[in-house]
């Protein structure tokens, strides 16, 4: 089945509130696709502004992180009912800049992805190997692992709206992109598995994401794999090039 493409820019924390409507408005007429879902995922200060910027273009709102409980004592955190009544509609969960350096491990992200459906917005969950276990081949089993945890207890229905971004950590901010050839298996790795954990018509709605280094140069080639239905975009997301991603 035809799945939707879907180009996701991750700001990372970058971008103070009035630079984000500025860069909002420098890429509007360049990420215009009917054909493609585009993703804003920025800071948590700059949904509000973001929201507003981009209301009556194709671009939709995704936040970087948010807590499992709906409201109380959590100081510094941000739940799924602010983002919603925000206008938030996706959520990145499990990015491994959260798992390295903030210590999240995989029942957080697996209550995450939980809650994020139970509240209405759409996870981007994140899993990719290290560059050491890419080196001793065993990124296959660590992938699979990520993705089975990850997905405990979470329904077939809900895993059709999954996006699901495949971020080899040893590709991010780097330079170093996955070769296409080398994304597509993974991609092609995690359709299986979930094929394997739910069923085949699943596997066929889930959207898989690459993430890495993805750039104007390379995304046609890594788009162009049967496996791959999009890209999740951190440095080049923050320029005039994230359009040419969007219409690779
Ligand atoms: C990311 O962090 O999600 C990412 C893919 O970053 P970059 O594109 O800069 O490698």
């Given at each position: 089945m035809a799945r939707r493409r879907i180009i996701a820019g991750n700001w990372k924390m970058n971008k103070t509130p009035s630079e984000a409507v500025?860069?909002?408005?420098?890429?509007?007429?360049?990420?215009?696709n009917d054909d493609v879902d585009v993703v804003y995922c920025v800071p948590?200060?700059?949904?509000?502004?973001?929201v507003e910027a981009v209301k009556g273009t194709n671009v939709h709102v995704g936040?970087?992180?948010?807590?499992?409980?709906?409201?109380?004592?959590?100081?510094g955190e941000i739940s799924a009912p602010m983002l919603k009544d925000a206008g938030v509609e996706y959520v990145i969960i499990g990015h491994s800049e959260r798992r390295d350096i903030f210590g999240e491990n995989d029942i957080l992200i697996n209550q995450k992805v939980k809650k994020a459906f139970a509240s209405g917005l759409t996870p981007i969950l994140c899993c990719g190997e290290s560059l050491a276990l890419r080196k001793a081949d065993t990124y296959k089993e660590w992938i699979e692992r990520q993705i089975t945890w990850d997905l405990d207890g979470v329904t077939a229905d809900q895993v059709k709206k999954l996006v699901i971004a495949y971020e080899p950590i040893w590709a991010i901010g780097t330079g170093e992109t996955a070769t296409a050839d080398q994304a597509q298996e993974v991609c092609g790795l995690i359709r299986s598995l979930i094929a394997k954990l739910y069923d085949q018509a699943t596997a066929d709605e889930v959207r898989i994401q690459y993430g890495g280094s993805m750039n104007a140069g390379n995304a046609a080639e890594l788009l162009s794999k049967p496996d791959i239905d999009g890209g999740l975009i951190g440095g080049a997301s923050l320029k005039p090039d994230f359009g040419k991603i969007v219409n690779a």
């Amino acid at each position: 089945m035809a799945r939707r493409r879907i180009i996701a820019g991750n700001w990372k924390m970058n971008k103070t509130p009035s630079e984000a409507v500025a860069l909002c408005a420098e890429l509007k007429d360049l990420v215009k696709n009917d054909d493609v879902d585009v993703v804003y995922c920025v800071p948590a200060i700059d949904i509000v502004p973001v929201v507003e910027a981009v209301k009556g273009t194709n671009v939709h709102v995704g936040a970087e992180n948010f807590y499992i409980v709906d409201s109380g004592a959590f100081t510094g955190e941000i739940s799924a009912p602010m983002l919603k009544d925000a206008g938030v509609e996706y959520v990145i969960i499990g990015h491994s800049e959260r798992r390295d350096i903030f210590g999240e491990n995989d029942i957080l992200i697996n209550q995450k992805v939980k809650k994020a459906f139970a509240s209405g917005l759409t996870p981007i969950l994140c899993c990719g190997e290290s560059l050491a276990l890419r080196k001793a081949d065993t990124y296959k089993e660590w992938i699979e692992r990520q993705i089975t945890w990850d997905l405990d207890g979470v329904t077939a229905d809900q895993v059709k709206k999954l996006v699901i971004a495949y971020e080899p950590i040893w590709a991010i901010g780097t330079g170093e992109t996955a070769t296409a050839d080398q994304a597509q298996e993974v991609c092609g790795l995690i359709r299986s598995l979930i094929a394997k954990l739910y069923d085949q018509a699943t596997a066929d709605e889930v959207r898989i994401q690459y993430g890495g280094s993805m750039n104007a140069g390379n995304a046609a080639e890594l788009l162009s794999k049967p496996d791959i239905d999009g890209g999740l975009i951190g440095g080049a997301s923050l320029k005039p090039d994230f359009g040419k991603i969007v219409n690779a």
